[in-house]
């Protein structure tokens, strides 16, 4: 029988490696997974509203809410991943959704990983895959 052995340096990187993996960011379609919330490829989270009936094809923020709570939109080059839909906008622009809900981002986070959306008024929730 062979014994390897392997170096303290060694194992620290593996372990380091394993422990970075967890907290990666990944790509999950037109959003990605950062945290356990999705995000915009900007890394600004994603929100929910719990007024958008699920699957409606529909968003019913517009106008001044929409100011606040900014869209996900979709771009030319995006597709679709498995999970994610298009809905149809007021304005006649084209928003992202995840399992049916469209999704948004919050104009008050200042910086990746900013949370401050969550439970606002009772109805916006933090995008989770």
């Known amino acids: 029988m062979k014994i390897l052995k392997i170096s303290a340096p060694l194992i620290l990187a593996a372990t380091v490696l394993t422990a970075c993996a967890g907290n990666a960011v990944q790509t999950a379609g037109p959003a990605r997974v950062s945290d356990g919330m999705l995000t915009g490829a900007n890394g600004m989270t994603l929100y929910t509203f719990d007024k ?18 900014p869209p996900l939109l979709v771009t030319a080059d995006e597709s679709a991943a498995p999970g994610y839909s298009v809905v149809m906008r007021d304005d006649g622009g084209k928003q992202w959704a995840y399992k ?11 910086k990746p990983g900013d949370r401050t959306g969550d439970g606002f008024n009772g109805v916006w929730r933090v995008a989770k895959p």
Request: net charge neutral; charged share 20%.
């Open 100 to 110: 049916g809900k469209p999704l948004y981002f919050w104009v008050k986070d200042q």
């Open 52 to 69: 958008d009936a699920e699957g409606s094809g529909k968003s019913v923020c517009n106008g001044p809410c929409a100011t606040n709570w």
